[in-house]
């Protein structure tokens, strides 16, 4: 049996150094807002190259509170439209309805699965105020064209990274890209938590320091409360655990890029088509952190299950776009095709930091063997 993502293998890896860090969590007393969370801010803006790092409860809050941020900075308010990706998870998407913005759905590019920077500057309007790209599967989207829309048109740019911890274009980081980026790190992630949690990165003080006080109850001073907040923060025991695993992410990432070399020069099939495509430019200049390795078949589910008799766990991500969800029924007319016809081909094939290439061998043998 290979599985998708065997969380307990991976975190078994570094159980001593865990295991000690949570011992400091429970002997220090000090449960929220303490050293640990102050340690792994810096540690992770560092990371990044940002000059902030606000740690906050999870990855949606990350992109609700800094769009609640620029409201509340004015630079934002209720109806303005943010231009989000139509092929992305949900979260991306909740994050800007949850403020009463609307989202304005762009479509992808077929060979990156990402948003596509000429259909950004097409969905303008007098109303579009922000961009929200996102790294999909850790790939990054093409910022150098998104910013230069942005800068053209004065938008502000959110970047979500949940997938894209440590990916990079030019030696730049996801999370210093945009005005701003949201991170989660639940524990599927290639930076997890060992429960929820989640991080704003910013080179911006005064967006910090309103971040800091709307996950904290609105508070920028105990006692006095600038804006009508939440409880959104991070734990001392999740940023210990954080800390432990952001000493490995480049290790596993790079055995992730590995992998997923692995795939692309094994598999032969020509009924599935690669996502890696030497003729993308944006490839060639990025470091795609391989959050998900996801192959595209007209047969999908059909090569699910024939993978599955084979002891081989896939997962679809997504397998309904946010277009077609109840959710959001007055999106559910809108025709997205390019989003749709990757909805229904999409699979994810196992990968992680710590897969044996044996078993990513035995997914492309088993692959190469199928014949639709
Ligand atoms: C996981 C994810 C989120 C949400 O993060 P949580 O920590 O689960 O709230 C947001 N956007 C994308 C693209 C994600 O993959």
Same mark, same amino acid.
């Given at each position: 049996?290979?599985?998708?993502?065997?969380?307990?293998?991976?975190?078994?890896?570094?159980?001593?150094?865990?295991?000690?860090?949570?011992?400091?969590?429970?002997?220090?007393?000090?449960?929220?807002?303490?050293?640990?969370?102050?340690?792994?801010?810096?540690?992770?803006?560092?990371?990044?190259?940002?000059?902030?790092?606000?740690?906050?409860?999870?990855?949606?809050?990350?992109?609700?509170?800094?769009?609640?941020?620029?409201?509340?900075?004015?630079?934002?308010?209720?109806?303005?439209?943010?231009?989000?990706?139509?092929?992305?998870?949900?979260?991306?998407?909740?994050?800007?309805?949850?403020?009463?913005?609307?989202?304005?759905?762009?479509?992808?590019?077929?060979?990156?699965?990402?948003?596509?920077?000429?259909?950004?500057?097409?969905?303008?309007?007098?109303?579009?105020?922000?961009?929200?790209?996102?790294?999909?599967?850790?790939?990054?989207?093409?910022?150098?064209?998104?910013?230069?829309?942005?800068?053209?048109?004065?938008?502000?740019?959110?970047?979500?990274?949940?997938?894209?911890?440590?990916?990079?274009?030019? +030696?730049?980081?996801?999370?210093?890209?945009?005005?701003?980026?949201?991170?989660?790190?639940?524990?599927?992630?290639?930076?997890?938590?060992?429960?929820?949690? +989640?991080?704003?990165?910013?080179?911006?003080?005064?967006?910090?320091?309103?971040?800091?006080?709307?996950?904290?109850?609105?508070?920028?001073?105990?006692?006095?409360?600038?804006?009508?907040?939440?409880?959104?923060? =991070?734990?001392?025991?999740?940023?210990?655990?954080?800390?432990?695993?952001?000493?490995?992410?480049?290790?596993?990432?790079?055995?992730?890029?590995?992998?997923?070399?692995?795939?692309?020069? +094994?598999?032969?099939?020509?009924?599935?088509?690669?996502?890696?495509?030497?003729?993308?430019?944006?490839?060639?200049?990025?470091?795609?952190?391989?959050?998900?390795?996801?192959?595209?078949?007209?047969?999908?589910?059909? =090569?699910?299950?024939?993978?599955?008799?084979? +002891?081989?766990?896939?997962?679809?991500?997504?397998?309904?776009?946010?277009?077609?969800?109840?959710?959001?029924?007055?999106?559910?007319?809108?025709?997205?095709?390019?989003?749709?016809?990757?909805?229904?081909?999409?699979?994810?094939?196992?990968?992680?930091?710590?897969?044996?290439?044996?078993?990513?061998?035995?997914?492309?043998?088993?692959?190469?063997?199928?014949?639709?």
């Amino acid at each position: 049996m290979i599985p998708f993502l065997d969380l307990k293998t991976i975190n078994a890896q570094y159980r001593d150094e865990l295991a000690q860090a949570c011992a400091r969590v429970i002997d220090s007393g000090w449960y929220v807002q303490g050293t640990e969370v102050k340690e792994f801010e810096q540690e992770f803006a560092a990371y990044c190259g940002t000059k902030h790092c606000i740690g906050v409860a999870n990855g949606l809050d990350a992109l609700i509170l800094t769009l609640r941020a620029w409201k509340e900075l004015g630079k934002l308010k209720e109806g303005d439209e943010v231009i989000v990706p139509a092929n992305t998870y949900i979260a991306s998407i909740l994050a800007i309805t949850e403020n009463r913005l609307v989202p304005v759905l762009v479509e992808p590019n077929m060979a990156t699965y990402n948003i596509c920077p000429i259909n950004v500057e097409a969905a303008v309007t007098e109303k579009t105020r922000a961009i929200l790209p996102v790294h999909l599967y850790g790939q990054m989207a093409d910022m150098p064209a998104i910013l230069d829309v942005a800068k053209r048109h004065n938008l502000l740019v959110l970047e979500d990274s949940a997938q894209a911890h440590g990916a990079s274009i030019n +030696g730049i980081k996801a999370g210093n890209w945009g005005h701003a980026s949201g991170f989660s790190f639940y524990p599927g992630k290639n930076l997890g938590a060992l429960g929820d949690a +989640g991080a704003v990165t910013t080179n911006d003080d005064e967006l910090a320091s309103t971040l800091r006080a709307l996950s904290n109850y609105g508070s920028h001073k105990k006692y006095e409360n600038l804006y009508q907040g939440v409880n959104s923060r =991070l734990d001392e025991i999740q940023a210990a655990m954080l800390r432990v695993k952001l000493r490995y992410l480049d290790i596993e990432t790079q055995h992730r890029r590995e992998i997923a070399t692995t795939y692309t020069m +094994g598999i032969g099939n020509l009924s599935i088509m690669l996502p890696i495509r030497q003729d993308s430019v944006i490839q060639d200049l990025a470091h795609h952190a391989f959050h998900l390795y996801v192959i595209r078949t007209k047969e999908r589910e059909a =090569l699910q299950k024939y993978l599955a008799d084979e +002891g081989i766990q896939t997962l679809i991500h997504y397998p309904v776009a946010p277009h077609k969800q109840c959710a959001y029924k007055l999106l559910n007319e809108k025709s997205f095709p390019i989003t749709e016809s990757l909805q229904h081909e999409v699979l994810s094939l196992p990968i992680s930091g710590s897969q044996s290439i044996e078993n990513t061998q035995s997914v492309i043998d088993a692959l190469n063997r199928w014949c639709r």
